[in-house]
């Protein structure tokens, strides 16, 4: 088979995001506004006056003119205590307002940082978890593939669906002293707010580490545990080598062939040695002969390699759950190196060994579980991956090889369609299946690999409609092979298209000879 060696370059360092708690601290206490200080003020004076009044008017024989002078004193007093009242009431007001606002001004540099650690938190789990387009995009233009090494942190570490999670930095309220002074209400009530709004998110990834985990169980309607399944595979393949992770499947024949015919052309799902097999099962024995086989793979370092393996249709009594190698899988430590996703319908089917299960319901909603039904964090959205992005993303790995002690490019023997398709050769190639893909990849067909070991894909689509076409001219000398490539054009694009969707007008000046072997599509 014609392989093509895939150098993987040093991992980009993803983001750090702090993890130091962030403390809110509390308001300022309300100051005494000295309102009793401030009637005083203008009740002191009047009582002096006051008295001072009864005895003017008790000797009133002394004149008038003292009378007189006694009045202007009170009246003098009283104006002076009412506006050194209300200027001291504006200086307090001020104050407050003051306070206020450089509470505000620290709450929102508060909400600053726990934005940016957001930011940095997403930027975070945008490199560790990729998308679905993501996913499709590195395997289209083989960027950034299988950057994972088993010495990392969160080797086989995948995104199971999104849902509510804590925030990367704990935030909490400094705590108040019941018998300290009185705290600003308004302010306190904001502090409080911002704590509560950043204390969790709503959505984020929610991981599984499938490193050390044992068996793994997905229950539920087998749609949502299929979609699921093939979610967690297709990240597995495209994040890690196919040097350092095997992938195998063990399903009866009916599923094997309606949803993991595609893990044929998967790296990780292939031995070469003493021939040529797919990493698939279909009965008891041909399990027992395949983890056996894929147990004893070793890594180019001479390690042995880790293996995922997907159990689809497991249930209690059946010969595949009495095959004893598969039961000693399932009931590895942690140590193992093997990790077994279980596909079942029901609690009953449930294999004894498992070490966490997730739960997924009709609506797709999700929990994750351990082997005692305790919860594991919120429930969340289970992810679901349609099988025809699993096949695309699948066909454009096939080609590849971990490429390990190499430093460059490097092919066994000319480029073909059946490799550029992701296909062994073109007897495997069914059109029934090629056809219904049709639509991902109109009027596209691979003509080829580039320097840099690329697939090179022609696509003949209106400028306007994003392709290269609808026009196009071949140049070369005689016998270049010009003949030859357009062959291959025809040829890809009918395996990729029926004929309800593309009809070909073949004209040969030179006697037919160039299509003549296409006369029959």
Known sequence: MTTIAYHRGPRPAPPEVPR?????????????????????????????????????????????LLLIAMGAAIGIGVLVGVLTAVLQSRVSARKRRRSQQRYREYLDTVRQHLDSLLDLQRRLEVAMFPERDELVRRSRERRRLFERRPSDADFLEVRAGIGALPSPAPVHLQEVDPLGPDLDPELLAAARELVARYAARDAGPRALALRGAGTVVMRGDARGTRGLARSVVTQAAVL??????????????????????????????????????????????????????????????????????????????????????????????????VSVLCLVEHETDEPAD??????????????????????EGAAFQADTLAATVAVEVARRLAPLSSGAGVNHLESTATPSVALAMGLRSLEDLDVTKTWRQAAASLLEAPMGTTPDGRTLILDLKESAEGGMGPHGMLVGAPGAGKSELLRTLVTALAAA?????????????????????LARL
């Open 497 to 517: 298209h029926s004929p309800d969707l593309l009809a070909f007008v073949l004209v040969d000046f030179k006697g037919g000879a160039a299509f003549q072997p």
């Open 20 to 64: 130091d708690p962030v403390v809110v601290r509390t308001p300022p206490p309300i100051e005494d506004s000295g309102r009793v200080l401030r009637i005083l003020q203008v009740v002191a004076p009047l009582a002096a006056a006051g008295t001072g009044l009864v005895f003017v008017l008790a000797y009133r024989q002394q004149g008038s």
């Open 354 to 375: 498992l070490k966490r299960r997730i739960v997924i319901e009709s609506d797709g909603s999700a929990r994750l579980e351990d082997a005692g039904g305790r919860l």
């Open 240 to 337: 890690h080598s196919p040097d350092e992770l095997r992938i195998a499947v063990i399903a009866d024949e009916a599923a094997v062939d309606a949803h993991w015919d595609w893990i044929k052309w998967l790296p990780h799902a292939r031995c070469d040695a003493p021939a040529f097999r797919v990493h698939c099962a279909t009965d008891a024995p041909s399990a027992e002969a395949l983890l056996r086989d894929v147990r004893t793979q070793e890594t180019a370092e001479g390690g042995q390699a880790h293996v995922l393996l997907v159990v689809d249709g497991w249930r209690r009594g059946s010969e595949l759950a009495r095959s004893a190698e598969l039961n000693a899988l399932m009931s590895a430590t942690s140590t193992s190196p």
